[in-house]
């Protein structure tokens, strides 16, 4: 059961970073061409993000690798951060 919920988490981390590139704002001049003082902000913020969303996966990893069995308030309280990271990711995008 541990090894499941750990697999889904990083499953939904990995989600979390994917949205977080695919949103990145890509702005083009009349011409067609990249704005690259837009893009480099963009690509800064996002690295400043990833950091934060990695940094949240890599306390819940070493956290989680220390419980030995799996309660249900375990599993509920673990649940939650994932929803709340997801959440929080969302209304960070808009």
Avoid at 47 to 58: E, L, N, Q
């Amino acid at each position: 059961m541990k090894e499941r919920i750990t697999l889904f988490s990083d499953a939904i981390f990995a989600i979390i970073l994917t949205i977080m590139v695919i949103e990145l704002p890509i702005n083009l001049t009349s011409s067609g061409e990249i704005i690259i003082i837009d893009l480099i902000s963009a690509i800064g913020i996002y690295f400043i993000s990833f950091c934060f969303v990695a940094g949240i996966w890599f306390q819940t990893a070493n956290a989680f690798n220390q419980v030995q069995k799996v309660r249900n308030l375990d599993l509920v309280v673990y649940l939650l951060l994932l929803f709340f990271s997801l959440l929080f990711h969302q209304q960070l995008s808009y």
